[in-house]
């Protein structure tokens, strides 16, 4: 078995054959698969997010479903549903895409919040409950969800509840001129999202979930966390801070992305720069506030400016 950093290396190479010039996004996304999270990718259509969410999965040999959410999509056609069988006489359960490893709901906010909250129990405790049954997911289940902005037409905010279950959420953000020619030249003949192919293996995958409690993490930085998701539930700013799941998340984000740059112990500073990806959707800014322009992430940036970071001793 290859070293946990090796197989990281590979899964960074492998996706940025398909993701040009967003090593942070992909970076930020292995992160969250190594933390056992889910990710919920936000930005405007056309910027790779489902090529983004593709090429994660593609990259492992493991179970791949895509959803495409739309506002007649029901709750069953996500998880599941019984049908009766007349040979038998009774109900057979008939497991729903959500069955799998890596779970593409593509553009989540276009379903209505019935068919959103389907994927609660899922994301939260990796099973499905129908007809009174229990039905356990995967050991390694992740959903990669895309989400268009909420001002463009026929979306559905996502109710906190469900914002809650995503372990990141990240932007992926329009490339640079330079990157936009080499992304036209790589699909002049064919998409590189079809070159795509496995290389890591679930054992492997695995492996690198574990490795991450293993990194060391010093008291203060915990503290420093501590802080920072405090100052969001007394901030003039905003109606709902950060729970404590807030606090575990940051922290195991911190611990992978100090694997993910082959250290043994977490920085400050990577604390303030997992911040708003981490925070920023657990958190909601006062009507008011918005009115005035001032955003959940103009408030982590506030409060990242007036909590001291802690000193190596």
Do not use: W
């Not at 919040?113 to 997911?137: C, F, I, K």
């Not at 992978?256 to 800014?285: C, N, Q, W, Y």
Request: proline fraction near 6%; glycine fraction near 6%.
């Amino acid at each position: 078995m290859k070293n946990p950093r090796e197989d990281i290396a590979a899964l960074t190479r492998n996706i940025e054959r398909v993701i040009v010039g967003k090593k942070e996004v992909i970076d930020l996304a292995i992160a969250t698969l190594l933390c056992h999270g889910h990710l919920l990718i936000e930005d405007v259509p056309g910027l790779g997010k489902t090529m983004l969410a593709r090429a994660i999965a593609g990259s492992m040999a493991l179970g791949f479903k895509r959803i495409q959410f739309t506002p007649d999509l029901l709750p069953s056609d996500v998880t599941g549903v019984s049908i009766y069988n007349q040979k038998t006489g009774e109900f057979e359960f008939k497991a729903g895409p959500v069955f799998t490893n890596f779970l593409l709901a593509d553009e989540i906010n276009r379903a209505t919040p019935r068919t959103q909250s389907s994927l609660l129990e899922s994301m939260e405790e990796s099973q499905v409950t129908a007809d009174g049954n229990t039905y356990r997911l995967p050991s390694i289940f992740m959903v990669i969800a895309t989400e268009n902005p909420i001002e463009l037409q026929g979306t559905y905010p996502l109710p906190e509840a469900q914002l809650d279950r995503f372990f990141m959420r990240i932007k992926v953000g329009y490339p640079s001129i330079e990157e936009e020619v080499r992304v036209m030249g790589m699909q002049m003949k064919e998409h590189p999202i079809h070159s795509v192919v496995p290389v890591l293996s679930e054992v492997q995958v695995k492996a690198m979930q574990s490795a991450v409690p293993q990194v060391f993490i010093e008291e203060s930085v915990m503290r420093y966390i501590v802080r920072i998701v405090d100052a969001t539930r007394s901030h003039q700013d905003l109606i709902l801070g950060s729970s404590p799941r807030g606090s575990l998340c940051l922290m195991r984000a911190a611990q992978a992305t100090a694997l993910l740059k082959g250290m043994d112990f977490v920085e400050p500073s990577t604390i303030k720069f997992l911040a708003k990806p981490v925070l920023g959707h657990r958190m909601i800014a006062k009507p008011q506030s918005k009115l005035r322009g001032i955003t959940e992430e103009r408030v982590l940036e506030d409060i990242l400016r007036t909590i001291p970071v802690p000193v190596a001793k």
